[in-house]
């Protein structure tokens, strides 16, 4: 018998791997990132979900000639009080929401191992997550970098962001400030910079991973601060500087507990019926806003220059 029959009545390994069981990975998407901005936030739940900010009014309160110190027994007391302002801001709740359709005979027949409506349900879960964070960051009522007050924005001195940048921005949020807030390719050009000073920044270990830090400060990344066209090479960006928590008047994400059909804080999963095409729909609801207490909380350094513009702004168009 020749060899080539030999070959021939062994099994080949194509054919075998059809009684082979396949060891299957969940769906994986790049797309997921730690999201640490929500993480670093403290979390003020509501009622009903609105949250009114009581201000003093900016001005209104003077200071040697409203308190005395050790006054004669024949001098009068000072009159004084601390007036509000008489109409608020309220926030209301921002509701971040999708539907997931799923055909039953696709979930009917396609659900080992993997169940094809909890795995859809994760991913969305994800989306929506990220367009959370998008949303506290940008969004127009209530985002950090579209509500930060003017007097509390600088621009850097030479367009990458520079230790003598993120000094300037500490005075601004001088009263015990959190975090740095930048997208990594900024983190990453502050980097080149200090090094280019022979101060490169040092790291702490948060939630299991490692910051660089300035002045103490974590330099927090997040992709969601967009970078905007500048040339093929370059875009430029923001960097904040946060206060966070209610008690040091900073800046405070808001959420509202107990929603129906609730899987996580604030965020829900409801199914809504199966329609006459056998389609079966599930209702996601993510409920969040943010509130910067006092100005003073958050700053924004502008015009930072960053390598390798790319449109972040499509991501979640």
Known sequence: MSEDTEVRRTLNEQAARQLANATKTRAQWSGITPRWLVSFL???????????LNRVKEGAIGTSSDVKCSPT???????????????????????????????????????HPIDQIQEQLRLLIEKV?????????????????????????????KGAPTPDDLDELISKVWKEPSFF?????????????????GVPPPTVNLFGTPFLTWRGLPLVPSDKLTISAEGKKTGKTNILLVRTGEKRQGVVGLFQPGV?????????????G??????????????????????????????VEVDHYFDYDKKFA
Request: with cysteine; glycine share 2%; hydrophobic share 35%.
């Open 73 to 111: 027994n024949d001098a009068d007391l000072p009159e004084s009080y601390v007036p509000y302002e008489e109409n608020p801001r309220e926030y209301s709740l921002n509701a971040v929401t999708t539907v997931l359709d799923v055909q039953t005979r696709v979930s009917d027949l396609y659900s």
């Open 42 to 52: 403290p979390w003020t739940p509501v009622e009903a979900g609105i949250y009114r």
């Open 274 to 303: 199966i329609n006459r095409k056998a389609i079966a729909s599930y209702l996601i609801s993510l409920y969040c806003s943010a509130a910067i207490l006092t100005e003073d909380a958050i700053a924004v350094l502008e015009d």
């Open 260 to 272: 129906p059909g609730e899987v996580s804080p604030s965020l829900s999963v409801r199914f809504m």
């Open 181 to 197: 807030l930048a997208h990594p390719k900024a983190i990453a050009a502050f980097g080149r910079e200090c090094t280019k000073r």
């Open 129 to 157: 997550k990220e367009k959370q964070e998008f949303e506290l960051i940008n969004n127009a009522e209530y985002g950090l970098l579209t509500n930060t007050a003017k007097s509390q924005r600088i621009k850097t001195r």
